[in-house]
């Protein structure tokens, strides 16, 4: 059994990995974190979020930062589901621990200094962790994962949008001089946990944000290798995104080279779900680790649709599958 904490635990994402972990064949819960001065420290993380009643009563515990290096020796694995600044101070500290490193915030997703000024606000201090780093979007890097103590696990919305293009590029059937439009819709639980104005459920509609500067714009261009417009939006709901990519293709392209783009990257991979004469729907997926992918070809235009659950494939379900790649477990132990 790998001994497993989870940082963060308190939060949307952090409270479904605890019920992956207690789930796991392979894995021991070893710890639940906040921060240190937490208003949540000593809380069963179940008095937190009751559907883990009986499930994970275990407390969350401060975190002493100075007291890493002693108290996780003994830990396998660390999945950090914090906040991109806490995970980038907290992530090389856990690694000289010697632990295996999964963390879901965005501190170690692209390997450019500048993105980081320019998207996060903050210089990064730790460039031969940004180099080192694998992105873990587990169906296209499992045999980098294999091979690493730290998994940057990839975006919310670049899962969805990554997934649904990354097979077409592959297969060079973009056309290299469009750009793929990207228009996306997630549930409030994308901000997590905190309270805040803007996810409140009196203020929530429908509405775009982030225009042209959202940092997964560039997170999707750089593991995707050709330019996007990503829109995305807010919706009236708990959890789930939804997103609608419009490709231009090569002058040609066949609907049989659309079809076998896509059943030659997923044919073998369960979470991947390749619906037929039906469209992704966030009902679909919601509290389920799947993707679901559709698309429609019209000419040399293609309409491809995902749907995922943002706290699951968005995140934490990812976040186990990598687990899971890089121990040499079942892809989907814990997940179905
Ligand atoms: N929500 C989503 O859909 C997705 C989230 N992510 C990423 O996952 C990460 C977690 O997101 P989410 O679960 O939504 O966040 P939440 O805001 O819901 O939870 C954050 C957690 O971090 C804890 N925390 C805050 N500061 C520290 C600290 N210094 N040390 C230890 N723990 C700390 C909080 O507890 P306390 O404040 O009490 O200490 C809480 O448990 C973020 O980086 C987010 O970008 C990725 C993909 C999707
Ligand atoms: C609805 C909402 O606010 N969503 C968040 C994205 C979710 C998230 O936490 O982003 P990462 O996947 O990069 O960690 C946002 O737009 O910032």
């Not at 972990?21 to 921060?35: D, K, P």
Request: glycine share 8%; hydrophobic share 45%.
């Amino acid at each position: 059994m790998l001994k497993t904490a989870i940082v963060g635990a308190s939060g949307y994402t952090g409270a479904e990995l605890a019920g992956y972990v207690s789930r796991h064949s392979h894995l021991q819960l070893a710890g639940l974190y906040v921060s240190e001065n937490s208003l949540d420290a000593g809380k069963p993380l179940s008095s937190l979020h009751g559907k883990l009643r009986g499930v994970v009563d275990l407390p969350v515990q401060p975190l002493v930062v100075a007291d890493i290096a002693q108290q996780f020796a003994d830990v396998d694995v660390v999945l950090l589901a914090t906040a991109h600044e806490v995970s980038h101070d907290l992530a090389a500290s856990f690694l000289q621990a010697g632990c295996q490193v999964f963390d879901l915030s965005g501190a170690f997703r692209v390997n450019s200094a500048e993105f980081y000024q320019q998207f996060y606000g903050f210089t990064h201090q730790f460039p031969e962790l940004l180099a080192q780093a694998v992105y873990g979007l587990a169906e296209w890097n499992a045999e980098q994962i294999k091979q690493t103590d730290l998994v940057a696990v990839a975006g919310c919305y670049p899962t969805a949008a990554l997934t649904a293009l990354k097979p077409l590029v592959e297969a060079g059937l973009i056309d290299s001089a469009s750009k793929v439009v990207i228009n996306a819709t997630s549930g409030v639980s994308g901000a997590g946990r905190k309270a805040s104005l803007t996810t409140s459920f009196y203020e929530v509609s429908l509405a775009p944000y982030g225009v042209f500067t959202h940092r997964h714009h560039p997170e999707i261009e750089a593991h995707l290798g050709h330019p996007v417009i990503f829109t995305p939006h807010l919706g009236n709901f708990k959890r789930g995104i939804l997103a609608t990519m419009n490709i231009c293709l090569k002058a040609g392209t066949t609907e049989q080279q659309v079809n076998q783009a896509y059943q030659q990257a997923y044919a073998d991979q369960n979470i991947v779900r390749i619906l037929e004469g039906q469209w992704p729907a966030i009902s679909k997926v919601e509290h389920t680790p799947f993707i679901d992918l559709a698309w429609q070809q019209q000419g040399d235009d293609l309409i491809v649709v995902s749907a995922e659950d943002n706290l699951l494939k968005g995140a934490a379900s990812q976040a186990i599958q990598c687990v899971n790649i890089r121990n040499g477990f079942a892809v989907t132990e814990a997940l179905i």
